[in-house]
């Protein structure tokens, strides 16, 4: 490992600052703010910021005297930083994904659901992160995840990161939210609360942050992330998408909500038991600033990556990436927590998979480090043909 060509890592937040923070890469995962071993990295979430920043104004934002004396761990930690998508692909895999490869490196693609008919309809399509997650405290796997909740009553859809320590706790935080929430900064609650092994329920940027970890020795917290489950995800949106286009435009006020998806569109299913859809396209104006060059729509670190994508709403499309995830969903196949059926039974959504992949990593700017926007070389086109020889 080496960020200078000597052997030695020496990057800190100042390099960070400049290359990620604000250079339009950071996704906001807070992974630097984490692995921060002297607490003076903030998170700033106001107005849909998320980003973090340097609490010691000495030296400037993007100042800091640890750095200077030789700290390190924020960069470390960071999953934008550098050459980081060849470092965890060689650190999971042994090897760096293929062009072709655009929805990552994995072993397996399954449709899976919860058999638990009650973690079924509770969890959004088939269930399977929140089956997966009891299963693991179960099992001791793990001891507790990081997950995301919705505030208070839920009826502001302000989504917040908490932590999951029971069956009732991870179904109190099953379904999806289309704003941001930063599951990681729960870390230090769920150490607080005497956690050793945790599970991270996150987004693809935050999926990466555990291997970005464990690769570039960022200090403690890299040991306690056993099991990583990641969340297809094309963007989020700003919690302004609420009043400026949901209720202004449709009169969908967010305490009426009950339940959200997109398929295509975005579903909203209100209290009173009615159905709306919002063709996205209305709704890529409120897309949040740091989803806008991430590459990866499909959760390439993570053990499992999951996603309602796909012809069938009630099936969870599965990646299986690693023999940790491997394992474990053999396991619950094989005590029947888990039904499954083949990926190839629905080829739309493996194609959509890789649709979306592909989008994805074209976002990723060409004036960065090389290879998250690598993409396979288009199909040759078919020999034209003489009209003369065609047949009359």
């Not at 700003?238 to 909500?257: C, H, N, S, T, V």
């Not at 590459?295 to 940790?324: C, E, K, M, Y």
């Amino acid at each position: 490992m080496s960020a200078n060509g000597n052997g030695r890592w020496t990057p800190h937040w100042a390099q960070l600052f400049d290359e990620v923070v604000t250079s339009g890469l950071c996704t906001g995962c807070s992974g630097c703010v984490v692995a921060c071993p002297f607490d003076v990295l903030g998170y700033n979430e106001a107005d849909g910021v998320y980003k973090p920043f340097h609490l010691e104004a000495e030296g400037g934002p993007g100042g800091c005297g640890h750095g200077e004396r030789g700290c390190t761990s924020c960069t470390r930690a960071c999953p934008r930083f550098r050459s980081w998508e060849p470092e965890i692909d060689t650190h999971l895999f042994g090897r760096v994904r293929r062009p072709e490869e655009v929805d990552g490196i994995s072993k397996d693609i399954i449709l899976a659901r919860a058999s638990d008919d009650y973690v079924h309809q509770l969890g959004q399509d088939g269930g399977l992160v929140s089956a997966l997650l009891i299963w693991c405290l179960e099992h001791d796997y793990i001891d507790a995840a990081l997950v995301s909740y919705l505030e208070g009553d839920g009826s502001s859809w302000k989504a917040v990161p908490g932590v999951a320590r029971t069956r009732d706790q991870v179904l109190a935080a099953a379904g999806s939210r289309y704003t941001y929430s930063v599951p990681p900064m729960a870390y230090d609650e769920a150490v607080a609360g005497g956690a050793e092994k945790l599970a991270l329920v996150g987004m693809s940027c935050h999926s990466s942050v555990p291997p970005m970890m464990t690769v570039r020795k960022a200090g403690k917290p890299a040991r306690r992330f056993v099991l990583n489950v990641g969340l297809l995800c094309s963007k989020t949106f700003d919690d302004a998408i609420f009043p400026e286009l949901f209720e202004a435009k449709y009169g969908l006020r967010k305490q009426d909500m009950v339940k959200m998806n997109i398929k295509g569109v975005f579903q909203i299913w209100m209290r009173n038991g009615d159905y709306h859809e919002i063709p996205l396209k209305e709704c890529h104006a409120w897309t949040r600033e740091g989803c806008k060059t991430c590459p990866d729509f499909a959760a390439q670190h993570a053990d499992i990556s999951t996603g309602g994508i796909g012809a069938f709403n009630d099936w969870t499309l599965t990646i299986v990436r690693t023999d940790l995830g491997r394992e474990i969903i053999i396991r619950m196949l094989e005590d029947g927590s888990l039904v499954a059926r083949p990926g190839d039974d629905d080829p739309g959504a493996i194609a959509l998979l890789r649709k979306l992949s592909v989008r994805s990593r074209k976002r990723w700017p060409a004036t960065a480090v090389e290879g998250p926007g690598r993409l396979p070389p288009p199909a040759p086109k078919p020999p034209a043909q003489d009209p003369a020889a065609l047949p009359a």
